[in-house]
């Protein structure tokens, strides 16, 4: 019997999804590579925040190698690598399983910030270290079995392997799953930092109400309207990169689900890339926005490139202290 030869359908299209995906996540690679030293080797600080930032980081490594790994794989063997049922059954766990619970950490993460920085309250680390734990161990569980029932397959854009929604009761229940569960960790992102937002916004007002000389009141060396602007402006940033990561793909599921169609090669493109660039986001919030990291950042460049910048004010989530620890 002869063996299964595999044809693109569309190859520019498969070509650039699989650059674009082998590039971000060469990117992301190095990005998470650096968050991953800075978290665990030069932090001082030990909450578990600083620990949920380096498990994301791991996460993510192990996302953008999966990538990599698989693109080369499927470049050396000009793609008949696809013909291999197990290849698309393993390459596709491996992806989900690091995605969501990417996805799971980064909205816990998010939980404890905005429980932290808005309503003052401090809940032990242990609780948070269970529940991540719990979500892990789900989500490893339920993506074994969705190799078993063989629910994986190469997706429209022939870029990658994701899960086959319609193919099984197996399939259908894990679609109904992980389309919740991006859901609410979507909803738990954007709500935590618009609330997040709301609350500087309301203390840097306050601020200005009780100074009664708004021009000549400055945080650090910038006016406070400047820095309260600069602060909406980066949580409306750090939002609208979550929504970019998220909801293509989201409202992709959700359209072919409801209307019964298969998805359309290019939306898949567009789904696939824009859910690798998680790796990207995530590594830039821990990076850019979070004050200690973003000092030990700077300390780690050359100093003709900070010398001129020393004195500047950066915002970051970590203004306001969040008491995590146990």
């Known amino acids: 019997m002869s063996e299964l030869h595999i044809e693109l359908d569309d190859p520019s299209v498969t070509i650039g999804t699989e650059v674009a995906m082998f590039s971000i996540s060469v990117i992301g690679l190095l990005f998470n590579g650096l968050v991953v030293y800075i978290t665990l080797f030069r932090h001082k600080s030990r909450h578990i925040a600083i620990w949920i930032m380096a498990f994301i980081a791991m996460l993510d490594i192990g996302f953008a190698l999966t990538v990599i790994a698989t693109q080369i794989s499927k470049w050396v063997t000009l793609h008949q690598v696809l013909a291999n049922p197990r290849f698309c059954q393993y390459s596709g766990l491996v992806y989900m399983l690091s995605v969501i619970t990417s996805i799971d950490a980064v909205g816990i993460l998010s939980l404890i910030r905005c429980i932290a920085i808005v309503y003052n309250v401090s809940i032990r680390g242990i609780y948070w270290y269970i529940t991540i734990g719990l979500l892990l161990i789900f989500n490893t569980i339920f993506s074994i079995f969705g190799v078993i029932y ?67 009141c400055s945080v650090g060396t910038r006016p406070t309207l400047v820095f309260q602007r600069g602060v909406i402006i980066r949580l409306i940033v750090l939002v609208f990169m979550y929504m970019l990561c998220f909801l293509p793909e989201l409202l992709t599921l959700v359209y072919n689900l ?31 926005y979070h004050e200690e990291t973003q000092g030990i950042l700077i300390s780690l460049l050359p100093s003709w490139i900070y010398r001129t910048n020393s004195d500047a004010d950066i915002f970051n989530t970590s203004d306001f202290k969040i008491n995590t620890d146990p």
């Open 258 to 288: 409801a209307t019964n169609t298969q998805r359309d090669p290019i939306a898949d493109a567009i789904s696939g890339a824009t859910m690798n660039l998680t790796i990207l986001v995530n590594s830039v919030f821990v990076l850019f």
């Open 150 to 216: 063989e629910i994986m397959r190469v997706m429209p854009s022939q870029a990658y392997c994701q899960p086959s929604f319609r193919k099984n009761p197996f399939s259908k229940l894990y679609s109904i799953v992980i389309i919740g569960k991006f859901f609410l960790m979507l909803f738990i992102v954007i709500t935590s930092y618009i609330l997040i937002t709301i609350k500087y916004c309301k203390l840097l007002s306050a601020f200005n109400s009780k100074s009664n000389a708004t021009k000549d």
